[in-house]
């Protein structure tokens, strides 16, 4: 049995239709290698066991598989596992599990054709195709389609891929921005080399440090042996913690604090140990899995007492040229109050995947989502004064600071990504703010979550996930046609950040002035 994929022997399970939940967890393949960073809507991978032919069992692993998805098998006329609920990610509460078959064919006659892998959006997106008039395949070998959305990126998932014909979700090389190592990286090298340029004052080039807390990296040996010893050299360490994250895993899973100097010699034991372990193998390994260690943030704003961060979305909504965007997301706090002594993690990690593990998350659900403008009303009221802030602080220097720091990223990682027309980005950037009002990029990541199991997120997510399809369909057909882009008629949420011209046609102009040099 393949539980990672989702396939049993005899018959072929595809998690992107499945839509059974258990009363506690939501089936989803997750890939860490690709790091979808996924945080709330996906749960530990669960085992799937055929117990007859009219039905299926949830069976919840106890523990969480470390390793990636391998591939999924599909059966192009396949049996469907249709569910009598809808699913978690949606509304959030218990199933019995009962499923019904209906065999599913692929579309006969013309497209236009899209295909969705995982459920990650999935309803949105194919409500929105289907209102279109295109048809949905299952085939994600079929080379004929318009649109394809997937929530993992694999080889399949571009191999056929005919750029400035179809539209692609994710941009296949985006870990150079939405990984914890691949955007820490990114930024140092882009500070590296603009350091050596003047910039005007409008357009000031922020210091890393300005705005993403000290890091170290532990797959780095000068930065590990670093951290170490400015540890070791701390008397007393109880004041200053520090937060260990693992670079290609989502939903918190695998952070831990280090709050003492004890768990900081703990860490390093471990690290060494596994080192050790690797270096007596005598078959070769797997590289183990990288970490990060950056300062934790202890005196965080709180909203009544409660811990939060604020997530917001970059849209990349073509890359040849590049147009990119940002919309106001939704804030996410935390159940319980916060106290930075807690040893529970689920007070010191706001998505909702950690919330949803607390016993009170279904009495105060509608409370651990805030919109923008409650955000806003709250800081009004209650820092307006007190901290001298311009009235609608959240709205005005809040979201403009927000904007320059994803601007400068997106500047950090626009030579490396993948740039074939066709290709588009919806990334999930989360914010933090201290008690001084300082603002600090926590991560980035793809795939976010796009589940619509509150009020404010069904008021939030549906209108972004249209408006990235407009968007980006408007963009790609005013390109095919040769047509001016801007102004935007599809455009209502997202604020324009960057239009930049057609990396293409540069591309054709550096070889055309090399031919000229190498001729002259």
């Avoid at 409370?367 to 409650?374: A, I, R």
């Avoid at 994803?406 to 626009?414: R, V």
Wanted: glycine fraction near 4%; charge should be positive; charged fraction near 30%.
């Amino acid at each position: 049995m393949d539980v990672r994929a989702g396939t049993f022997v005899g018959k072929v399970l595809h998690f992107d239709q499945l839509k059974v939940m258990s009363s506690e967890n939501l089936v989803k393949p997750c890939d860490e290698a690709q790091n979808s960073e996924l945080e709330e809507d996906l749960s530990p991978t669960q085992d799937v066991i055929k117990t007859s032919e009219d039905g299926l069992m949830m069976k919840v692993l106890e523990e969480e598989m470390q390793s990636g998805c391998v591939k999924r098998r599909f059966k192009y006329k396949r049996r469907r596992y249709r569910h009598k609920c809808v699913p978690r990610s949606l509304q959030m509460f218990p199933c019995s599990g009962k499923v019904e078959e209906q065999d599913e064919e692929e579309p006969q006659g013309a497209g236009p054709f899209f295909f969705i892998g995982g459920a990650n959006g999935a309803e949105i997106v194919s409500a929105y195709c289907e209102k279109r008039g295109w048809k949905r395949i299952y085939n994600k070998h079929t080379a004929d389609f318009k649109l394809k959305w997937c929530e993992n990126k694999s080889p399949s998932t571009y191999r056929n891929f005919r750029k400035g014909e179809q539209l692609v979700y994710q941009i296949p090389n985006n870990n150079v921005l939405t990984t914890k190592i691949g955007l820490l990286s990114s930024l140092r090298e882009y500070d590296r080399v603009s350091s050596k340029v003047k910039h005007s004052r409008a357009l000031r080039r922020l210091k890393i440090e300005e705005f993403i807390p000290t890091t170290f990296r532990m797959d780095v040996k000068q930065e590990r042996e670093d951290f170490f010893a400015q540890q070791g050299g701390v008397s007393n360490n109880h004041g200053q913690m520090w937060i260990c994250k693992p670079t290609a895993l989502n939903q918190g899973r695998g952070i831990f604090l280090l709050k003492s100097l004890q768990d900081v010699v703990a860490f390093k034991v471990k690290l060494q140990d596994i080192e050790d372990r690797r270096a007596k193998a005598k078959t070769l390994q797997r590289q183990p899995q990288a970490y990060i260690v950056q300062h934790y943030i202890q005196r965080p704003l709180l909203l009544k007492g409660k811990k939060f961060d604020v997530r917001s979305f970059l849209l990349i909504a073509c890359t040849s040229p590049y147009m990119v965007f940002f919309h106001h997301g939704y804030v996410r706090l935390t159940c319980d109050l916060y106290d930075p002594s807690s040893k529970n993690l689920s007070a010191h990690l706001t998505n909702q995947y950690m919330q949803m593990k607390n016993p009170l998350y279904s009495q105060v659900k509608e409370d651990t989502v805030w919109s923008m403008e409650s955000f806003n009303a709250y800081v009004n009221d209650r820092f307006q004064v007190a901290k001298r802030l311009p009235r609608d602080w959240v709205l005005g220097a809040f979201t403009r600071r927000m904007q320059q720091i994803m601007t400068q990223c997106f500047f950090a990682a626009k030579s490396k990504l993948d740039c074939r027309l066709g290709f588009f980005d919806l990334i999930g950037c989360d914010f933090m703010v201290d008690e001084d009002f300082k603002v600090w990029l926590l991560e980035m990541n793809c795939n976010p979550a796009l589940h619509i199991n509150c009020e404010v997120l069904r008021e939030v997510i549906p209108p972004v996930v249209v408006e990235t399809l407009d968007v980006t369909l408007e963009i790609f057909h005013k390109r095919l046609l040769r047509q001016r882009i801007l102004p935007l008629a599809s455009r209502r949420g997202f604020v324009l950040l960057y239009d930049g011209p057609d990396s293409s046609a540069l591309t054709c102009k550096r070889r055309h002035r090399r031919r000229k040099r190498k001729q002259s």
